[in-house]
């Protein structure tokens, strides 16, 4: 993030104008879920309809996660030639035999080099929800 925004971390010069101090990435993870709860639709009204999710296993047995991982990698290696169809295939792939928030992180990502900003937003959000403190997933998200 440092290089997209060109700041320095390490700078004590910038440290004042990027602090988010007396907030922490908690306060602003309730900020964000709190929003999020109240943009929820009203109880009786009738919701939009959703994208049908991707299901996968709670619990992927140990062939399957050496497979999802697999599947992980060559979707890694499509993603640096930039053949985000191709990524976004194998990751799907991964994710139907085991939910991972790393496979729907990796997959938002493709998304993204797509261009398909809602799609990356929906597979980043359910990274998040997999893992609350999978700190990649909110990167994504942004």
Not at 18 to 37: C, E
Not at 68 to 87: F, R, V
């Amino acid at each position: 993030m440092a290089e997209s925004f060109g700041v320095d971390p390490d700078s004590e010069s910038d440290k004042p104008a990027y602090s988010l101090a007396p907030a922490s990435l908690l306060s602003l993870l309730d900020v964000y879920l709190k929003t999020k709860a109240k943009s929820a639709p009203a109880a009786g009204s009738t919701p939009a309809p959703a994208a049908a999710p991707a299901t996968a296993p709670a619990k992927a047995s140990g062939d399957n996660k050496a497979a999802a991982e697999a599947l992980k990698m060559k979707g890694n290696a499509l993603m640096s030639q930039k053949l985000y169809d191709s990524a976004i295939e194998q990751y799907t792939e991964a994710i139907k035999l085991d939910a991972n928030p790393v496979y729907y992180s990796n997959r938002a990502a493709a998304w993204g080099g797509l261009g398909e900003h809602g799609k990356a937003v929906e597979d980043a959000e359910k990274a998040i929800e997999l893992d609350p403190k999978f700190s990649k997933a909110y990167s994504r998200l942004g």
